[in-house]
């Protein structure tokens, strides 16, 4: 089973590029969308060129803003939308589609955003969803994907002395001590981080700056994820991340699982 995942920033702007033959190239039984900013209604209907009979969509209560879908191929047995928790659940941040033999999640992560303001939800929100996680594993193993908004590793950001936690200063979102620490909890609770597990010494990136021709100079960062239940180890076949595919400033992820 082949399983896509990509931020988009932005569905309506980047299907006006060659999103729509990106998505049929990669050709995943499930493709997980975050950062659609759009409700489907707004979406052209060329999308369903794309070929996957099943949609689900969640979108922010405040239109143009965050979102996620999920495309599939596969019929789910079930889809639950957010956390379930009022706070996190305005943005459209979170679907859940219950498979024969997993739970596939699609996340889409706060940002601290500049100067950490939303560092401290960030904390909240990261205990949350793991929580949220460790419960459906409860019932099958679980796989997460999506833009989590962090960094782990220093191998995981082209300059990350420059935007590293210092004596002198905390950090940038996205690579703070505590985002990372959140990513070890991640870790520590069971789950693997499919890409690291299959290629632990590759330097690859996922998100580029639209700024100082940073694509181009591929001065990246790895910021999205496939994590998967330690149960699927032995189901997992290939992690690979697509820099070929263009469209946005992240370019898409993927893992198959054989069963």
Not at 97 to 112: C, D, G, M, Q
Request: charged residues 30%; hydrophobic residues 35%.
């Amino acid at each position: 089973m082949k399983l896509i995942s990509w931020n988009v920033n932005g569905i309506r702007a980047i299907i006006k590029k060659d999103f729509i033959n990106s998505i049929k190239a990669l050709d995943a039984d499930v493709f997980c969308l975050q950062e659609t900013k759009a409700h489907p209604d707004q979406v052209d209907h060329d999308i369903k060129e794309l070929g996957y009979e099943y949609e689900y969509w969640n979108s922010a209560v405040k239109k143009g803003y965050s979102g996620t879908a999920i495309f599939s191929k596969v019929k789910p047995i079930n889809v639950t939308y957010d956390l379930g928790i009022e706070e996190h659940d305005q943005e459209g941040r979170v679907i859940t589609a219950e498979f024969e033999r997993f739970y596939l999640v699609t996340v889409y992560t706060p940002n601290s955003k500049r100067e950490l303001e939303r560092l401290d939800y960030r904390k909240v929100w990261d205990e949350d969803f793991l929580a949220y996680t460790k419960k459906l594993e409860e019932s099958k193993p679980v796989v997460f994907c999506g833009d989590l908004n962090a960094a782990h590793r220093e191998i995981d950001v082209k300059n990350d002395k420059t935007n590293m936690t210092t004596a002198t200063k905390p950090g940038n979102a996205g690579f703070t001590d505590q985002e990372r620490a959140s990513f070890d909890d991640i870790l520590a609770a069971g789950f693997l981080d499919t890409f690291r597990e299959l290629h632990p010494e590759e330097e690859k990136y996922t998100w580029w700056s639209y700024m100082f021709n940073a694509r181009a100079n591929n001065t990246g960062w790895r910021i999205d994820y496939f994590c998967i239940s330690k149960s699927l180890k032995e189901n997992l076949v290939d992690a690979t991340i697509h820099n070929e595919s263009m469209g946005s400033d992240h370019c898409p992820v993927g893992i198959k699982l054989k069963f």
